[in-house]
């Protein structure tokens, strides 16, 4: 019905997203041109990957971890 409110949703992290990858941890970034929302370790590999997916502009997924301390994988990332 309101595919910008989907972006916003997906972007903005309202509900957690497991990861398009490995489909077992948390996505962290969203990748535009994989169309993909991957896991910290899955971006690392997909994205040093090859010079070409090194340019990849990803987002940084804004999760609830930051708001609720119930998160408690990939903490030591930031
Ligand atoms: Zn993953
Ligand atoms: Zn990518």
Same mark, same amino acid.
């Given at each position: ?17 497991? &990861? %398009? #990858? ?15 929302? +991957?896991?910290? =370790? &899955? %971006? #690392? ?15 940084? +997924?804004?999760? =609830? ?14």
């Amino acid at each position: 019905m309101n595919s910008s409110k989907r972006v916003a949703h997906a972007v903005g992290g309202k509900t957690a997203r497991v &990861c %398009d #990858s490995c489909i077992k941890k948390r996505a962290r970034w969203y990748c535009a041109a994989d169309d993909a929302f +991957l896991c910290q =370790a &899955c %971006d #690392s590999a997909v994205h040093s990957a090859n010079q070409l997916a090194h340019r990849h502009k990803r987002v940084l +997924l804004k999760t =609830a971890s930051s708001l609720k301390p119930s998160n408690k994988d990939d903490r030591a990332v930031q």
